[in-house]
């Protein structure tokens, strides 16, 4: 069965989990004797077999970056000719994958990573042109053959967003992990090369500065941590101008009062971010909105202990008390995942994080737990099958 594959971000051109994911999960299907996996992605051209990339269009650019956006899936969905599925990844690649399959008449299957209703924030980001991917999005999910969710969290969100959606098309299937390159790597030397004390306790953040990702929070309740947690921030990418200022500014607060506070804004090679998270005391994931977060399997699988908001599909990976603490938040139903309380979320943050880098011997019991539950319950080549299931039910 050929499947083209469409989707904004591709490797090398990576900056999120849902990058990370059709990533890995391309590699899986091309290691199936079933699958012809051919990729469609935004970007520069690409040395690698059945793989085709595609720039701006020279006639938009300086068009709004959602219309952008629309013109390269007019020329993916004309580079579909010839496959039996198309399968799209996020709202970038949506529209081309509706396009393709009304096109060559063929099954359009959506994972589903995030939505555009529980993002309004983008607003900031996009003009009038958060009004052009929500169109798009739901153009796609109403008429695709199926919808995989990353989450059961996240597949109530598709019906509640999207009520126009066949419950019986959404299916889960959860997000992967490879743990062979996410494994425990000890570096001290190259830790220390990117500003970190590795005798030190610290708790790194790996994440695009971004709203849903809940980093100013997140460095609200560092103010409260102990004097000698490192505080290391993997955090580049930002969506407004506004929101990093924001962070700038709270990051030179935290650095009038404390020592360690270590912001890298560039994207890491992994073998860096494995090296920071294996001599981390503990991994910090204060989103607001996250629909599985794959980057709390990355921690798990390099022994990490996770303190992470309970919200989304987070609790479906990470379990309390026994691979990481979990932070309970009241949260707003406008779509905005606004913390109610927001200072009683970052103090109830601050007290989990606290308990974990206060306790060594606990934070590392926890990390092995999670190293385990990574390696059971979250393999790319289980989770390809599973996905070959969904697209077998739709042919």
Request: charged fraction near 20%; aromatic fraction near 6%.
């Amino acid at each position: 069965m050929r499947v083209d594959v469409l989707s904004r971000e591709y490797p090398p051109e990576i900056y999120g989990g849902a990058g990370v994911h059709v990533a890995e999960l391309v590699r899986a299907l091309r290691m199936r004797v079933d699958v012809e996996a051919h990729v469609h992605a935004f970007g520069a051209p690409r040395d690698e077999p059945l793989t085709t990339s595609y720039a701006d269009l020279a006639e938009l650019s300086g068009a709004n970056p959602a219309l952008r956006t629309l013109g390269v899936d007019l020329a993916i969905a004309d580079g579909c000719a010839g496959t039996e599925l198309v399968h799209s990844h996020t709202w970038y690649a949506n529209l081309a994958g509706h396009l393709a399959a009304l096109l060559y008449d063929v099954p359009h299957v959506v994972s589903a990573h995030s939505l555009e209703p529980l993002r309004p924030w983008k607003a900031e980001q996009l003009g009038g042109g958060y009004a052009i991917s929500s169109w798009a999005e739901r153009t796609a999910y109403e008429a695709a053959a199926a919808v995989i969710a990353v989450s059961a969290a996240m597949r109530d969100d598709v019906l509640s967003s999207y009520p126009a959606v066949d419950p019986a098309r959404v299916h889960v299937v959860h997000n992967g992990i490879d743990t062979t390159q996410w494994a425990p790597r000890v570096d001290p030397d190259r830790v220390r090369e990117l500003g970190v004390d590795p005798d030190r306790p610290s708790v790194v953040f790996v994440g695009r500065v971004t709203r849903q990702k809940g980093l100013p929070l997140f460095l609200r309740a560092c103010a409260a941590l102990p004097a000698e947690v490192q505080i290391v921030l993997c955090a580049g990418a930002p969506d407004t101008p506004e929101i990093l200022a924001e962070v700038e500014g709270l990051v030179h607060g935290l650095r009038t009062s404390r020592s360690g506070v270590v912001w890298i804004s560039e994207m890491l090679p992994r073998h860096d971010v494995v090296a920071l998270l294996t001599a981390a005391t503990a991994f910090a994931c204060p989103s607001i909105y996250e629909p599985l977060g794959i980057v709390n399997l990355e921690a798990m699988a390099c022994e990490t202990a996770v303190v992470a908001t309970a919200t989304g599909g987070i609790p479906e990976v990470v379990i309390d008390g026994v691979t990481g603490v979990l932070v309970p938040i009241a949260q707003a139903t406008d779509g905005t995942g606004t913390p109610l309380d927001p200072d009683r979320y970052v103090a109830d943050f601050a007290a989990a994080l606290t308990a974990v880098v206060s306790d060594p011997a606990r934070a590392a019991a926890m990390g092995r737990a999670g190293r385990e539950r990574a390696v059971a319950d979250f393999s790319w080549t289980a989770i390809a099958e599973r996905t070959v299931e969904v697209y077998r039910s739709v042919r």
